[in-house]
């Protein structure tokens, strides 16, 4: 009797339960972008459905080697015009680690583009890892390495991942289109890291928008994740409608084909306004613990022109947010029936606290 085939397919997403070592099942050259996260090599307890365990203690020679294998088979099959994303981070315990990663990947013939950073809280709250205390600063960001395998023929459109400029008078000045450059300084929340909120099945997926930028900032037809982990980059691929290919040796598998086929939980990206968002944030996390009410009396106070216009820059951020709860039901009720409709000339309007004094940028 044939056993069960080693892999799944949902749509056009494709994932196969074996290690990425050896890649026979891609053809040469025929991956647009590849965006992943590999094993930290932390102690971290990684186990398939079977209770198979990952070694994630492997020695530091048996850790790069496994990692050169598989950047050497991405180098195999990513197009001369693809682009490669890898996401890693330090721990307090491991500094380093994550450079001598990148390292790896132009021994296998990639070229280093780039380095993004990607800021996982403003806050300092819920959104990291702690790191000992007061012996160490919190760890609130991590590297997203950028490779390609030709510098002259790789493609990407910043505008793709673009946002709106604060000043409209730009648009036309410097632009055809009122969308600029997000830079290389990406914030993307995510989820809490302690007690019950450890996500199901796996103990380090990125957030989706982290893949759903990099695929949709390329273009790209044909994703690669080596490392699939839960399946995450092809949850991503799938909301854009491209092919998808993953590799995970230790899976759980319910977990990967729920995420890949509830793909419509992030309907769209959620482009923010750098100097913006901490006020975005600060907003939502205050709705989190107060009724309507009790927002409406936080500090009123009044917004001139130009902060009426950033306003409504916010409003379309929180529309994309897609909160779907009573208060923000309530709040977008106030907001059309007391701004929308006022006279533009009136440079007085009063609203609830939607900047918090000791923003600088709003001081």
Request: net charge neutral.
């Amino acid at each position: 009797m044939d056993s069960e085939p080693n892999y799944d397919k949902i749509g056009n997403q494709i994932i196969y339960y074996k290690s990425s070592e050896d890649m026979k099942e891609v053809k040469d050259s025929s991956i647009d972008v590849i965006v992943t996260s590999p094993p930290y090599n932390r102690s971290k307890v990684y186990s398939d459905d079977e209770g198979n365990v990952y070694d994630d203690q492997k020695s530091e020679a048996e850790y790069e080697a496994l990692l050169l294998q598989v950047w050497s088979e991405c180098y195999r099959v990513l197009s001369s015009k693809g682009m490669f994303f890898l996401n890693i981070g330090d721990s307090a315990n491991s500094q380093g680690l994550s450079n001598r990663i990148a390292e790896l990947a132009p021994n296998a013939g990639f070229f280093r583009l780039q380095t993004i950073i990607w800021l996982k809280s403003f806050l300092g709250r819920g959104h990291y890892t702690p790191s000992g205390r007061s012996r160490r600063l919190n760890n609130i960001f991590e590297y997203i390495f950028v490779f390609v395998k030709d510098r002259k023929k790789y493609r990407m459109n910043p505008q793709a991942i673009g946002i709106p400029y604060a000043d409209k008078s730009n648009i036309g000045r410097y632009a055809k289109s009122d969308l600029r450059d997000a830079g290389n300084v990406w914030f993307i929340p995510y989820s809490r890291t302690t007690g019950s909120t450890i996500k199901k099945g796996h103990e380090a997926p990125f957030p989706i928008e982290l893949p759903y930028r990099c695929i949709k900032l390329t273009g790209a037809k044909n994703v690669l994740d080596p490392f699939a982990g839960t399946g995450t980059t092809l949850a991503a691929a799938r909301i854009l409608d491209v092919n998808g290919i993953g590799y995970e040796k230790f899976p759980r598998k319910k977990v990967i084909q729920q995420r890949i086929s509830e793909h419509q939980f992030f309907p769209q990206p959620v482009n923010l306004i750098p100097h913006l968002e901490q006020t975005i944030y600060k907003y939502v996390e205050l709705a989190d613990n107060l009724t309507f009410d009790e927002l409406l009396d936080q500090n009123i106070f009044s917004f001139t022109k130009k902060e009426y216009n950033e306003i409504r820059i916010v409003q379309d951020v929180l529309d994309n947010l897609r909160q779907d709860t009573k208060l923000f039901t309530e709040y977008f009720s106030y907001f059309h029936t007391h701004i929308d409709k006022k006279d533009l000339s009136d440079k007085r309007i009063e609203l609830t606290k939607f900047f918090d004094k000791s923003d600088p940028n709003h001081t």
